[in-house]
C-alpha cells in the first residue's frame, strides 16, 4: 500500500530565501509525481508534475526533482515571497489498473515580509 | 471559463439529513473523482468514475452514492448526514496526465 509523507509539516522562513519541501513515498511504481499549492480555503492549484521517467521539472521560481528508486521527490522555491505562504502537497498517481492519486500530508509554508 | 466547478460552495445542515454536490468539467476529460479532506487537511480519494462507470470506490459509507449523468458531471448525494461527514469534498477530473481539481465544498452538518 502506497504511503506519502511530507518532511516538514511546517516551515516558517524570511522573505528571499531558498527552501526545499521533502515528498517521499514507500513504493516506487508510480506513474508520476504532481506537485499541489493549496490556499486557505481554496482548492488545489497544480503547480508541476513529473512523469516517472523524468528526473526534473522547471517553472518559475519551482524545481521539483524525483528520484524514483529511493521513493523521494523535493520541490524547491527559489527567492521566496510571502505570495508564495499555502500548503504545499506531494502526490503520487500509481502504474496499477486504477491509477489513482494518494496525496502527502502536506507542508505548510509561512514565508515572512 | 472555469476548468472545474463545484456547487455549492458552503454547505450547513443538520444531522440525518440528505444533501447533494454538484460537479461539472469543461476539459473534456473522460475520468473525474470526489476527495474528502478532514480536519487535519488530509486529502483521501473517495470515488473515480471513467465515462459515466464507477472504477474506484474507495470502502465509502453506501450512504454516499455518486451519479454521473454525463462524463462532463460527477454529483455526489448524501444520505443520513452525521457529524463525522463534515469536511471540504473535491471534485477532480484527470487529463492522460495531470489531475485538476475543483474549488472545494466545505459541509458543516450540525
Known amino acids: 500500500k502506497q504511503e506519502v509523507t511530507q518532511i516538514p509539516a511546517a516551515l516558517s522562513v524570511p522573505e528571499g530565501e531558498n527552501l526545499v519541501l521533502n515528498c517521499s513515498f514507500t513504493?516506487?511504481?508510480?506513474?508520476?509525481l504532481q506537485w499541489f499549492r493549496q490556499d486557505p480555503g481554496k482548492g488545489l492549484t497544480s503547480l508541476l508534475l513529473?512523469?516517472?521517467?523524468?528526473r526534473e521539472q522547471t517553472s518559475g521560481r519551482l524545481n521539483a526533482s524525483l528520484d524514483k528508486s529511493s521513493g523521494r521527490s523535493t520541490l524547491y522555491i527559489a527567492a521566496s515571497q510571502p505570495g508564495d505562504s499555502a500548503t504545499y502537497l506531494c502526490?503520487?498517481?500509481?502504474?496499477?489498473?486504477?491509477?489513482?492519486?494518494?496525496f502527502g500530508t502536506g507542508t505548510l509554508l509561512a514565508v515572512q515580509p | 471559463d472555469t476548468a472545474v466547478s463545484q456547487t455549492p460552495k458552503y454547505l450547513v445542515t443538520q444531522m440525518g439529513n440528505d444533501k447533494s454536490i454538484k460537479c461539472e468539467q469543461n476539459?473534456?476529460?473522460?475520468?473525474m473523482y470526489w476527495y474528502k479532506q478532514d480536519s487535519k487537511k488530509f486529502l483521501k480519494i473517495m470515488f473515480s468514475?471513467?465515462?459515466?462507470?464507477?472504477?474506484i470506490n474507495e470502502t465509502v459509507p453506501n450512504r454516499f452514492s455518486p451519479k454521473s449523468p454525463d462524463k462532463a458531471h460527477l454529483n455526489l448525494h448524501i444520505n443520513s448526514l452525521e457529524l463525522g461527514d463534515s469536511a471540504v469534498y473535491f471534485c477532480?477530473?484527470?487529463?492522460?496526465?495531470?489531475?485538476?481539481f475543483g474549488p472545494g465544498t466545505r459541509l458543516t452538518v450540525l
Open positions: 513529473i512523469q516517472s521517467s523524468q
Open positions: 477532480a477530473s484527470k487529463s492522460s496526465r495531470e489531475q485538476f
Open positions: 513504493d516506487s511504481a508510480i506513474y508520476n
Open positions: 476539459l473534456g476529460h473522460d475520468t
Open positions: 468514475y471513467n465515462n459515466k462507470e464507477l472504477i
Open positions: 502526490a503520487v498517481r500509481g502504474s496499477g489498473a486504477t491509477n489513482k492519486l494518494i
